[in-house]
């Protein structure tokens, strides 16, 4: 097996500043092109009285030298004797920019291409831009041509000043300045004598000192769960968690966190498909494993070591996104977004910066991604997510947009934002001043009715709860009712055929399913009554979302049996045998039910 090292370089410049012929030198200079092709190149070039350019390899391995231009998308292979290079060479800005911002050919560090002689242009400017907003932290400027300027120190260094200045105001701190001339062949390979007045290292030096990423394996564990299989047959009790390894590695007796839920377990076995199990298994392995303790979690969550560096979690986060959709990518409209084995509803609520990858215009401020731009947003999730900023870990910082199931947009994640502003916040701010109120006031109703209102959520995350809970919830309703009381249970289920009829079943997500329920119990509760539901394996974001959209009025959360809480404080833990009469006390503890009716 062959474990030498790979890095991924963009190459960027101005038309004819010479990056063609920087790559051809690079190929040539290292030895990586195939046996005889310079050779025949330079007889090709003979034999039609053309002088001989670097430049003509890169066409001639495309079988393109005719045309003398580089036409389509290169991906071009050198090595030197510490690693394997693979050079991104794009001649549209918009297949450079897909290819970047999808993570598909994601670089390690890029080259900056400048003419000496002709010196910084837009475009240089604008490649800078680029490389800024795709997170490439290792630039190297190479001014090229310096054999047209008699390989004056004097205009390399206004190069460098001026250029180093405007790469400042980008955040990016160049690695270095070479001066080169990549016809001739200087401080490519070999240190120029021609530029004895640079002390720096050539271009493959510079390379070859510039840090890659780690291994897959090398990094924390991160496992998508794609799906849980249960088995029944022949006493056969296991309940495998499937996935595919995307870094690290996993053994039998680790503690493994799965997010969001952040519930816990140890791993028992790993196991495949007709092998025999095994106690280790390795990064791009598909694998089933089974728990220790046996946890409740879902296709879409993240498994991660319990001791590694934990990813992010939130629901906003800036990110760069290429947006390739027949429809523009507009505010506050939901979108499909997928990360890992999860799907789930997305919104991009705020655009910080765009670039038109057409005109590579980053002057005009678009409120609206259209097709081919480059947006660096704020995203907003329906609920929080686990993630890792692409810089410190691709697999699990990218991610792709469907919208109106077309996959239109591919993104890769920059940094966690604060949850401050989140829409739904924003949402009950909005609600609550525009609520239009009747005459009577909530103490009137309480009077009349002999009690206060109320929001009361019983949840569980036994595995075998789920029917209990609703068993409690309807003889609690019955309770208050016999005792006068205008309490009411409804099943959220009910929702798919009243409130939400109009929703297509494919529509349909348990985050719709918590926001519906959370408006539904705002309006009961302000008609003064007990409103009762249930929802299974409520989770710690989904009770504060509850809890957020009831506001004003208040809500009771009680988890029977085991919690599925990691954080939030449920009002009561109650076990089954007794939880009706358990719920009443509790209620005429906090005077929700008055003394005098019990």
Excluded at 40 to 50: D, F, I, L, P, S
Excluded at 212 to 229: A, S, T, W
Excluded at 376 to 392: L, Q, S
Excluded at 504 to 516: A, G, L, V
């Amino acid at each position: 097996m062959d474990n030498r090292e790979q890095m991924n370089i963009v190459i960027v410049g101005h038309v004819d500043h010479g990056k063609s012929t920087v790559i051809g030198r690079l190929l040539a200079d290292t030895g990586s092109l195939p046996e005889g092709k310079l050779e025949a190149v330079q007889e090709y070039c003979r034999k039609n009285a053309r002088p001989f350019e670097y430049a003509f390899l890169l066409d001639a391995l495309k079988d393109e030298q005719a045309q003398g231009i580089t036409i389509d998308t290169a991906r071009s292979f050198f090595k030197t004797g510490k690693r394997d290079y693979i050079i991104i060479d794009a001649p549209g800005h918009i297949e450079f920019l897909k290819n970047m911002v999808t993570g598909a050919s994601r670089a390690e560090a890029a080259l900056l291409v400048i003419d000496a002689k002709e010196g910084i242009r837009e475009n240089s400017k604008r490649h800078g831009h680029i490389a800024a907003m795709l997170g490439i932290r290792q630039v190297v400027v190479l001014v090229n041509k310096m054999d047209l300027v008699d390989f004056d120190r004097q205009t390399f260094e206004t190069i460098r000043r001026e250029f180093g200045e405007f790469l400042h105001k980008l955040n990016i701190q160049p690695v270095n300045f070479i001066p080169l001339s990549a016809f001739n062949g200087d401080n490519i390979a070999v240190r120029s004598q021609r530029t004895a007045w640079y002390e720096g290292p050539t271009v493959l030096e510079q390379l070859d000192s510039l840090s890659n990423r780690k291994g897959n394996q090398e990094l924390p564990l991160r496992m998508p769960v794609q799906d849980i299989y249960k088995f029944t047959a022949a006493g056969d009790d296991r309940r495998i968690v499937a996935g595919t390894i995307l870094s690290g590695t996993i053994r039998s007796g680790d503690e493994v966190v799965f997010l969001p839920s952040r519930k816990r377990s140890v791993i028992q076995s790993i196991e495949g498909f007709n092998v025999s199990q095994r106690n280790m298994a390795y990064a791009d392995e598909a694998v089933g494993l089974t728990l220790k303790t046996q946890i409740y979690i879902k296709p879409g969550e993240l498994m991660v070591k319990a001791q590694d560096k934990q990813p992010q979690m939130g629901s906003r986060f800036k990110a760069n996104i290429f947006w390739v959709g027949k429809a523009p990518l507009i505010k506050n409209k939901t979108y499909k977004l997928k990360i890992g084995t999860l799907k789930i509803g997305v919104k991009m609520v705020e655009i910080l910066n765009i670039i038109d990858a057409a005109e590579l215009n980053i002057d005009t401020f678009k409120d609206q991604a259209e097709k081919h731009d480059v947006a660096e947003c704020i995203f907003e999730t329906a609920k929080p997510i686990a993630f890792d900023p692409v810089t410190e870990m691709e697999q699990t910082g990218r991610f792709v947009i469907v919208d109106n199931y077309e996959i239109s947009g591919g993104g890769i994640i920059l940094e966690q934002v604060d949850d401050d502003r989140s829409s739904l916040q924003e949402h009950v701010r909005q609600r609550e001043t525009q609520w239009e109120k009747g005459l009577i006031q909530p103490a009137q109703r309480a009077g009349i009715y002999g009690h206060k209102a109320k929001f009361i959520v019983l949840t569980s995350g036994s595995a075998d709860h789920g029917p209990v809970i609703e068993t409690i919830a309807r003889e609690l309703e019955q309770t208050l009712f016999r005792l006068n009381y205008k309490a009411y249970y409804l099943g959220v289920r009910n929702l798919l055929h009243g409130l939400a009829a109009e929703e297509t079943i494919k529509d349909w997500s348990r985050d719709r399913e918590i926001r519906q329920v959370g408006e539904l119990a705002r309006i009961l509760t302000d008609s003064g009554q007990i409103f009762i539901t249930t929802v299974f394996n409520l989770e710690d974001d989904e009770a504060e979302n509850l809890k957020l959209l009831n506001q004003p009025s208040e809500i009771l959360v009680i988890t029977i049996g085991e919690s599925p809480f990691y954080s939030f404080q449920p009002d009561a833990s109650l076990e089954v045998e007794g939880a009706v009469a358990a719920v009443g006390g509790l209620l005429q503890k906090q005077e929700i039910i008055l003394d005098y009716y019990l």
